[in-house]
């Protein structure tokens, strides 16, 4: 059982490059989530998706665009990376959206 | 302000002795209460999920909720080497599912 699974697991981009980051579950959940965790902040929540065919600004949105392909997939795509956006990156996902969420292994993202 | 406060640690315990792990939060809508534990460099896992206020029980983990000084618990008894990592609180109303963390809090068992 995998689980939430995150590809890819570390990345380097160069400021202005564009990327999209994947995440798949396969517990049947309804709901996703990406946050990004950086040093002294916990998790913040950049979006979300309640369930299949919605999605919802966070915390921290700017920056990021999101795709709900379908009720497994969630993606994330920086358009243009910043230095700001170095951080790690973990999906999660949750049967209800109020419910307890399970996570990713995370994306080691680094903006040079 | 933060909406979820948690001291970051590190927390320094012999093996054996009880971890008392907590945070406080300033939202009273909050409903829902978890704790994670996260290894480095590994994604959070769940450990405690509660609704409102009381205690939970699981094992050697307890989680407490006192809504009515807005502020949630969590204890490890006979702590263990392998329970050294950052905890992590995180707490969401029943209106919408976007889960508030802590910064989380280190943990380190010395044997």
């Known amino acids: 059982n995998a689980g939430v699974t995150q590809t890819p697991k570390f990345q380097v981009l160069k400021t202005g490059q564009s990327m999209t980051l994947q995440c798949a579950q396969d517990?049947?959940?309804?709901?996703m989530y990406w946050y990004r965790q950086d040093p002294g902040m916990g998790l913040r929540l950049i979006y979300y998706?309640?369930?299949?065919?919605?999605?919802d600004k966070g915390e921290v949105p700017n920056g990021y665009n999101v795709s709900r392909l379908n009720k497994r997939e969630f993606s994330l795509r920086l358009e243009s990376a910043a230095p700001s956006q170095t951080s790690v990156y973990f999906c999660?996902?949750?049967?209800?959206?109020?419910?307890?969420?399970?996570f990713g292994q995370g994306t080691r993202l680094t903006v040079v | 302000q933060k909406e979820v406060e948690q001291d970051p640690g590190p927390l320094s315990v012999p093996e054996g002795a009880i971890v008392s792990l907590n945070c406080t939060y300033s939202?009273?809508?909050?409903?829902?209460f978890m704790w994670y534990r996260q290894y480095s460099r590994k994604g959070p896992e769940l450990l405690m999920y509660?609704?409102?206020?009381g205690n939970k029980e699981d094992g050697r983990f307890t989680a407490q909720v006192d809504k009515s000084s807005k502020y949630i618990s969590l204890f490890i008894r006979d702590s263990q080497p392998s329970d050294s990592a950052t905890y992590l609180c995180?707490?969401?109303?029943?209106?919408?599912?976007?889960?508030?963390f802590g910064a989380g809090t280190q943990v380190v068992v010395t044997p």
């Open positions: 939202n009273s809508a909050f409903q829902y």
């Open positions: 999660a996902s949750s049967i209800y959206r109020d419910s307890e969420a399970f």
């Open positions: 998706s309640a369930s299949e065919g919605t999605t």
């Open positions: 509660t609704y409102s206020s």
């Open positions: 517990m049947n959940h309804n709901s």
């Open positions: 995180a707490m969401s109303t029943d209106s919408w599912g976007k889960f508030q």
